[in-house]
């Protein structure tokens, strides 16, 4: 695509170069530039992308995109600067691929809780109806069969754009995207067309970003006043009253719940050992639903995702199919074979409250103790620790500390703030620094009817270590650690 083309319509500060020149590809990151690349330099929090326009120009990048007044000296080379290059990355990366989310029906999911597994049973609802939809989010790009791996859980503007894109050639129709509040914020999703915008919930998380709650709600408000077609909201959460509040956007709302006056909404709800039975109720009638997936928090996921299949009109019948067609999400929940008399539960549940919803669910039907493994995150919000140490004490019957990503923390400092809410409450617990000891500790000591819980990994198949990034799938090792152990 010519230069010009790419920034006919931009607010540029100056240009030095020829602008009749063809970019063959748009790059943030100077390892990846290859010949006839424009080069965008973002100053992030730790790497400024400024210093490395040299490294860029030798791998063959035409075109310079700057924020700074840096020295430009090369004849051979286009120079833009611009006000910021954030908003740069966003603008030239959806006009280099024609537009994507213009092409596409964008549904943005914001929430604390539940963002992935609802865009797995939309995913599910709408494949149903015949409706190809991809995902963008915390496992990853999901579609047409293709898996790609992102390090966010809303990837950068450069990505976002590039992954919509192949998702047109793919003949996707629909995309469900989990939208962070980091995504809103750091302006990830700019020039993102988002028909639908869906509030899961809001509860303590990201506060070493954000520092309040009320800064972390109104991030998430930014959403809901970009939407073009329709806002779902979950009308039983504080926050998304407020949501139904202080949204200046003018499209239609529409609000779900439990037992509430909402235009969708479950009653009769049922949880057991086998999932979730409730009545869907919504304007165009009721119908029975029979989840495969655990927990009351799920009918919340399942009556959102519902909710963006009937505002494309999807019929009630092709909806339960869809919907309980759903076995299981990776990490979410998800009971590991091992073929014992007792069970292994993985979930990603990394906050007091997602905490909170796995174990009162387990409660419903524990026959034996309940033993949860769990840290929490180094380099991240650290009040949030005590609460959630005060939540597994109440539910377990053997709280195991121990490590879940201490990134540049020392591990034993993270579990020591921990240890303060266990502490309080006087719950049961050891501490085992190293987690794949942890695990195996709790198999070892597993009785029939008890339930392990491995919390806070989920669908993540490693850990970090300061820098480094260590192969580490929990399911592969509670399988390694059962063999070895021959029983």
């Known amino acids: 695509m010519k230069l010009e083309t790419i920034v006919e319509n931009s607010q540029i500060i100056t240009i030095l170069g020829n602008r009749d020149i063809e970019i063959t590809g748009i790059e943030n990151d100077s390892r990846k530039v290859s010949r006839g690349n424009m080069f965008i330099a973002i100053k992030g929090f730790t790497v400024d992308g400024h210093d490395y326009i040299d490294s860029a120009i030798d791998k063959g990048a035409i075109c310079i995109v700057v924020s700074k007044d840096i020295p430009l000296e090369r004849d051979d080379i286009t120079f833009i600067r611009v006000d910021d290059t954030i908003d740069a990355l966003s603008e030239y990366s959806s006009i280099f691929y024609g537009e994507p989310s ?20 939309i995913q599910g609802i709408f494949e149903e109806a015949s409706r190809h939809t991809g995902i963008i989010g915390t496992m990853g790009s999901n579609f047409a069969g293709k898996v790609l791996d992102n390090r966010n859980t809303t990837p950068n503007s450069l990505i976002i754009q590039r992954q919509l894109n192949e998702m047109l050639d793919a003949g996707m129709e629909f995309c469900a995207m989990e939208v962070s509040s980091h995504a809103l914020e750091l302006r990830r999703v700019r020039d993102v067309d988002f028909q639908v915008g869906i509030f899961t919930n809001l509860t303590e998380e990201h506060l070493d970003f954000h520092r309040t709650m009320e800064d972390y709600y109104n991030s998430k408000l930014k959403l809901f006043n970009r939407t073009k077609a329709y806002n779902i909201v979950n009308g039983d959460d504080i926050y998304g009253r407020r949501i139904l509040q202080e949204v200046g956007n003018e499209v239609p709302m529409l609000t779900y719940g439990i037992d509430g006056d909402y235009d969708v909404y479950a009653t009769d709800v049922d949880c057991h050992i086998a999932g979730v039975d409730f009545t869907l109720n919504t304007r165009k009638g009721s119908i029975p639903i029979e989840l495969k997936l655990l927990g009351r928090f799920n009918v919340y996921n399942a009556l959102a995702a519902i909710s963006c299949g009937m505002v494309y009109d999807i019929d009630l019948p092709t909806i339960k199919r869809g919907i309980e067609g759903i076995a299981n999400i990776k990490g979410r929940f998800e009971i590991v074979p091992i073929d014992r008399d007792y069970s292994v539960i993985i979930d990603y549940a990394h906050t007091p409250d997602g905490l909170e919803e796995i174990l009162s669910t387990i409660d419903q039907f524990a026959e034996g103790r309940k033993i949860v493994v769990f840290g929490a995150g180094g380099n991240r919000d650290r009040t949030k620790r005590p609460i959630m140490g005060e939540t597994v004490a109440r539910h377990a019957d053997l709280a195991i500390v121990t490590s879940d990503n201490p990134r540049f923390e020392d591990p034993k400092a993270i579990i020591e703030d921990i240890l303060v809410g266990i502490r309080k409450i006087g719950g049961d617990h050891v501490v085992i620094v190293d987690r794949r000891k942890a695990i195996e500790y709790a198999l070892s000591i597993a009785m029939p009817d008890d339930i392990i819980v491995l919390a806070g990994k989920g669908h993540e198949t490693y850990t970090i270590m300061e820098d480094r990034v260590i192969d580490f799938d929990e399911r ?4 390694d650690i059962l063999g070895d152990m021959h029983i």
Do not use: E, F
Not at 476 to 479: H, T
């Open 102 to 121: 213009r092409r596409l029906q964008v549904m943005g999911i914001t929430g604390t809780n539940g963002k992935t597994s609802i865009t797995y049973m």
């Open 476 to 479: 592969q090792i509670v399988l």
